[in-house]
């Protein structure tokens, strides 16, 4: 299928646009209106910059308020829209987009407004144009699409088609199912949006938290699957505007923006018997595997008074393996930043897949004989590298010759990773998880910051162990490091080890008495208990599942903090209770 995207989902102006566009690779775009009117270029000269640019105008978009209006009021509405047909053929679009009306004196009459559009149909015919009718989630009386199908048979005008728009369609709870009996040759355009589930009102959502085919949670690529089995044959484009968007450079977004499609296509292909992936699938199962660090001697220190022994030295690299029990942490001469190692397999196919969907990837230098290892860099900055199963070819530890001593008692592993996103790029980092992962969000969680808020999802596999927490922070006026900000490690009995990292001198976050007191108000514990957690500055949380005890260390000089949990029972979570505290007790003075 065509690739198209809109203007309106671009930063810049409009000649900006259209370059961001075509050096992005799309082959046709949506000019908005708005866009238009605030250029300096006649519509003649866009129609000619973009056949330079190699694009083709798919559409022009949007024409408001059009149908449903009062009989004494649509010579003017005739006048207008003649106008904007006149506009859209100059562009070469072969479409336009009409909205349902949203004005408080919209009339509710289906045969109306069916009339109405086939008048306008006329005037399309006329200069040899299709008119898309699409209905607004927030349209006055037509703001489901089955309404708007309805009014388009009753049209019964060859020039006046249906618009779908999977946001439009989502956020009403209209499903593929909604689709069913119309025909291809009748869908006058597609236009394709994500987005998280919020409650909130339909048009500030709509506004401010569309996003693209990925990073969001609803089922687009069901809706855009039941439009192409329905017979369409038109582009699929990118109707995107948000927050993000909006202030992004103009060639990131459009990066991102071509990402999500060859995702969406790869989806659609899979949903397909006999379709062909763009892309191999996504692993079965992803793993924690590793932590590297960055070399220096604050490091090595750190790690030793944590527990961790040298296990052993990479054969043709300057990289120590330090080892506590199953938690595994790389010290990397060349690195400047932290980076985390996972299992998913086949290695290969996960690497194959980075590139298909545009992930960059990590520049490594390799000798015959070392593990793949490919690394792929996530929006955040985080380098992932990927390893086969232990014992496999691709291992990574395979890569290095073990030290002696090695003990198998200790800390269990990583448990964790708290990666800080800036807010522009959480929707690219949700998309780095899910769409090359697999990985799923749990709901999203808001917290209290001393200076502001803190916006945090996790993300895990279908199957296996890797877990990764997404915060946003939202202060202003105070820069936030991004990167990784949190490494949690599992224990066995956080007690002990809290008791044991003091007399290391590893230096532990102090906890407020008065976060026990309301912790004994608040789950009606144990006084001795209480006390006990108390003398260790440890956290405590509880689910129907299980029970949580942690600890954390202060902000480190290597720029995270490190968390020490035991999990008893089956607590999945994360102390989402305690953050609030541990938020204060971190924040910078």
């Known amino acids: 299928m065509r690739r198209s995207i809109a203007t309106v989902s671009l930063s810049g102006v409009l000649a900006d646009k259209l370059d961001a566009a075509a050096a992005a690779g799309f082959d046709g775009i949506e000019v908005f209106d708005n866009d238009l009117v605030a250029s300096p270029l006649s519509p003649a000269e866009v129609a000619a910059r973009c056949a330079d640019l190699g694009l083709r105008v798919e559409l022009f978009q949007p024409v408001r308020d059009v149908e449903g209006v009062a009989p004494s009021d649509f010579p003017a509405v005739v006048r207008r829209v003649a106008r904007k047909l ?39 015919a006329e200069r040899g144009l299709v008119l898309a009718f699409e209905a607004l989630a927030w349209g006055r009386h037509v703001h489901r699409v089955g309404q708007a199908w309805d009014i388009v048979q009753r049209a019964a005008h060859p020039a006046v088609t249906l618009a779908v728009d999977t946001f439009h369609m989502l956020s009403r709870g209209d499903g593929p199912e909604a689709l069913e009996g119309v025909p291809g040759d009748r869908i006058g355009f597609l236009q394709v949006a994500d987005a998280p589930l919020l409650d909130m009102d339909v048009l500030e959502w709509s506004r401010h938290h569309r996003c693209f085919p990925g990073q969001g949670t609803m089922d687009v690529s069901g809706v855009v699957d039941a439009v192409i089995r329905s017979g369409y044959d038109g582009p699929l484009s990118l109707e995107v505007f948000s927050d993000v968007v909006r202030e992004a450079p103009a060639g990131e977004t459009a990066r991102d923006a071509l990402r999500s499609l060859v995702f969406l296509e790869d989806e659609l292909a899979r949903l397909r018997p006999g379709g062909t992936p763009l892309a191999p699938a996504v692993p079965e199962r992803a793993d924690a595997a590793f932590l590297e660090l960055p070399a ?17 030295w990479h054969r043709h690299k300057p990289v120590a393996w330090w080892r506590n029990g199953s938690a595994d942490v790389l010290v990397n001469a060349a690195a400047t930043e932290p980076a985390l190692g996972i299992v998913a397999s086949p290695v290969a196919q996960v690497a194959e897949r980075a590139e298909a969907l545009l992930w960059p990837s990590v520049a490594v230098s390799r000798t015959p004989g070392d593990s793949l290892l490919p690394g792929i860099t996530s929006p955040a900055g985080v380098p992932v590298f990927v390893s086969a199963p232990a014992g496999e070819e691709d291992d990574w530890q395979r890569d290095f010759a073990a030290a002696p ?43 209290i910051d001393p200076h502001g808020r803190i916006r945090s999802r996790a993300f895990r596999p279908a199957k296996g162990e890797l877990r990764v927490v997404v915060n946003v922070a939202e202060v202003a006026d105070a820069p936030r490091p991004t990167g990784v900000v949190q490494v949690a490690f599992g224990c066995t009995d956080l007690l002990a080890e809290v008791r044991r990292l003091r007399a290391a001198g590893v230096p532990l976050m102090a906890v407020p008495d008065n976060y026990y007191v309301d912790l004994e108000a608040r789950l009606d514990l144990d006084a001795a208990f209480v006390a006990t957690l108390r003398e260790h500055g440890a956290l405590y949380d509880r689910s129907a599942q299980g029970e949580l005890l942690h600890a954390y260390t202060p902000v480190l000089p290597q720029g995270f903090c490190i968390e020490l949990l035991e999990r008893r029972g089956g607590y999945d979570g994360y102390g989402a209770a305690n953050t609030h505290v541990r938020l204060a007790a971190q924040s910078p003075r």
């Open 405 to 447: 001593g090695r003990s198998p008692e200790g800390w269990v592993g990583l448990d964790h990773l708290g990666v800080a996103v800036p807010a522009g790029r959480l929707n690219e980092e949700v998309a780095f998880l899910r769409t090359l992962l697999g990985l799923e969000p749990a709901p999203l969680e808001e917290f």
């Open 86 to 124: 006149d506009v859209a053929a100059a562009l070469g679009a072969p479409a336009v987009l009409l909205c349902s009306n949203v004005q408080p004196d919209a009339i509710d009459d289906p045969d109306l407004s069916a009339a109405q559009l086939a008048t306008l149909g006329d005037l399309a």
């Open 296 to 312: 220096g001697p604050a490091t090595d220190d750190l790690l030793v008074r944590l527990g961790f022994t040298l296990a052993g």
